[in-house]
């Protein structure tokens, strides 16, 4: 009886850390097994476009060097719903941090709490809430294209573009061939 009382009194523990420490927090996600979440944001820009655009390149690069089973487990959405909180979470654990504007979220304190404690169960249903409004990163990142050919008919297929002083540009060797 002794092991589930002190597991219990250890869920509703909250560890304080002043910041995130980036090296600590990879750490416990290289080990963990089942869970992982983040949501990070960043000082205010004066183009967050931008920014959000270099992110999302950043963790498409990211998704590239993985193997095709870990891509698979990947998976990156956008929101247009401040958080309010963020949550690193790994397996049972999370660090919950309450956003201060014009800085990095890690940059603040942050409460290394239990998922199953009520702090925990909040934020872990703020972010499902966050997660279910959100889009999928290729919507920002992929177009799809119906290409039409008077002779070959219609095909449909997927590729990288970008706006540039308002105009579109597509890239994909299906268009040329």
Same mark, same amino acid.
């Given at each position: 009886m002794i092991g589930p009382l002190i597991s219990r009194a250890q869920e &509703? $523990? /909250? $560890? *304080?850390?002043? +910041?995130?420490d980036y090296e600590w927090f990879s750490a416990q996600v290289y080990g963990s097994t089942s869970n992982v979440k983040v949501r990070e944001l960043g000082e205010q820009s004066a183009d967050i476009r931008r920014d959000i655009m270099r992110n999302l390149c950043t963790l498409d690069r990211f998704a590239l060097r993985l193997d095709e089973n870990s $891509?698979?487990?990947? *998976? /990156?959405r956008l929101c247009s719903t401040s958080p309010g909180v963020t949550l690193y979470r790994w397996d049972e654990r999370s660090l919950v941090s309450f956003l201060t504007v014009g800085r990095f979220? &890690? *940059?603040g304190v942050q409460l290394e709490v239990a998922v199953r404690s009520p702090l925990g169960t909040f934020v872990e249903q703020r972010f499902d *809430?966050?997660?279910q409004q959100s889009k999928r990163m290729e919507r920002f990142t992929h177009l799809p294209v119906t290409l039409v050919d008077a002779t070959d &008919? +219609? $095909?449909e297929f997927s590729c990288r573009f970008v706006y540039v002083d308002d105009c579109l540009y597509v890239a994909g060797h299906d268009l040329v061939s």
């Open positions: &509703g $523990r /909250v $560890r *304080e850390h002043i +910041r995130l $891509r698979q487990l990947l *998976e /990156v979220s &890690g *940059e *809430e966050l997660w &008919g +219609r $095909r």
